[in-house]
């Protein structure tokens, strides 16, 4: 009991880490429908411990306020009505220093219940999904902060501290993987989401894929000779995108007297040319491989390969949709709505990114976003 008491504490002082730096009127921002205001995030992931872990499993638990399974519930239909996810920055109430006393409270709970009660299988399942669920938040929380101060005009450093990045460079070095039959999916102990599961064998062609990302160098001789405004590279829905968008570079670029600079956490800087290029969509990456001649890798040749190049900078777009493995069976109640509602229209992702929380990756972990979605931190991997 007292290691995963470590952990939920551990987690959640990395939550309101992040949220730190901010001033109170940056909490509760939403500039899109994409970006959930950091108080919001705060309440959400609360909410979580309190609705499925504290009010079914601690005797005599009483809820903060009733009215926040309102507030904060995100997507589960079976726990009741919820604010639309458009109205989250309408919500000034409760404010900043309400939703630190409701995390104070539910955390007080959340010990008693963690150092008085002897977990069966069902109840620690449920608290470990809580845990992963407000790593998933704290990555949330990095890209959300990211978009709100990165679209305010004065373009304010979260914090004057740079982030790290390896060098990549163009070298052409790709690993060449056999033609045959490979498994894919967890194996193994630990943690993992159920949309992991079914591990399963699937035959690839031989390929190749690069041991390196895409870096801004690349990428930028793609805008620079004309990639955004040639329709030969796009899809039909990705051109369509170009064009009521008006993109011509990735989130965040802007050109400034005649030099590239974007904005980072550390304010506006210049663009690093040996950097992985972040902030692309499916649409650009898809596009900037048809440039090179090249594709994206589908997500069973990226875990197949995995092991033989460095991953986890960038959350990598791979061609593959979001779909069920074989086997995969949506678990009852509210805890089924986590992954396997969201089975359609979405593209994969695989790896982590700078900003995803420590022990929080895997090579089977299957991310999975909207192909036109960018404040992630995504980046390109190509193949062929």
Known sequence: MDNILDQYKAVRKLTEDICAPLKKEDYVVQPVVDVSPPKWH????????????????LPGYREFDPQYNFVFNSYYETVGARVVRTDRGNLSRPDVDDVYRYRSHVDQGMTRLLETTELDAALSEIITLGLNHEQQHQELLYTDIKYILGHNPLLPAYTRQGVSYQQHDATGAYL?????IYEIGFEGTGFCFDNELGRHKVYLHEF???KSLVTNREYLEFVEEGGYRDFRYWHAEGWDWVKSKGSAAPLYWHEVDG????YTLSGLQEVQPAAPVCHISYFEAAAFAAWKGMRLPTEAEWEAAADQFNWGERWEWTNSAYLPYPGYKRAAGAVGEYNGKFMVNQMVLRGASVATSAG????????????????QFSGIRLAE
Not at 42 to 57: D, Q, R, Y
């Open 360 to 375: 929080h990756s895997r090579k089977s972990y299957r991310n999975f976003f909207h192909p036109q979605h960018q404040w």
């Open 259 to 262: 030099k590239w600079m974007h």
């Open 42 to 57: 705060l309440g959400h992931t609360a909410w979580f411990f309190e609705t499925f872990v504290l009010k079914p499993s």
């Open 208 to 210: 190749n894929i690069s």
């Open 176 to 180: 060449t993987m056999k033609e045959g």
